[in-house]
């Protein structure tokens, strides 16, 4: 066997490195079904395992989705849109998302959306035209993921 060949596993050693897995880090279900068929594991022992796993809490999808949506929020100042975006990437389900939203203080949200307004507005200071600025504002905050009527009042108030 080369050493690009990953060595199967059996169901037990699965379960025992899965769970260390999960409890060293929340992690979705599909970045564990994912590490699970990288092991060798066959499609019934993978859906087994997850079922214990969640049986177990190991494996909690909403607790995963607040948690990721937190982290991002408060870390990397992410919006809305792009939490939810990157949430269904991980193909976490829609009521989960919705639930970890709702987890995102509505205060918190509009003061981090106004203080990275402020912020980005202070560092274009060089441009000559405001109508660029305002561009280059709006673009910034649309990438962060914040949702466009939230970011229109807040051009409205920097002008």
């Not at 199967?8 to 279900?29: D, G, M, N, S």
């Not at 990275?116 to 962060?144: M, P």
């Amino acid at each position: 066997m080369n050493r690009y060949q990953s060595k199967q596993a059996t169901p037990q050693q699965a379960f025992q490195k899965i769970k260390h897995f999960c409890a060293y880090q929340e992690r979705c279900h599909s970045e564990v079904k994912e590490k699970l068929y990288q092991m060798g594991l066959r499609t019934r022992e993978v859906e087994g395992l997850l079922a214990s796993l969640i049986e177990e809490n190991y494996l909690n999808e909403e607790r995963f989705a607040i948690l990721f949506a937190g982290g991002r929020f408060r870390l990397k100042q992410w919006g809305r849109v792009k939490i939810t975006h990157e949430l269904k990437q991980k193909q976490v389900s829609p009521y989960c998302i919705k639930k970890a939203l709702q987890e995102i203080p509505d205060s918190d949200y509009e003061q981090t959306l106004r203080k990275l307004a402020a912020k980005k507005w202070a560092s274009l200071g060089g441009e000559d035209s405001l109508l660029v600025k305002k561009k280059k504002l709006r673009d910034y905050l649309l990438h962060k993921g914040y949702e466009y009527p939230l970011i229109e009042q807040v051009l409205q108030e920097q002008a």
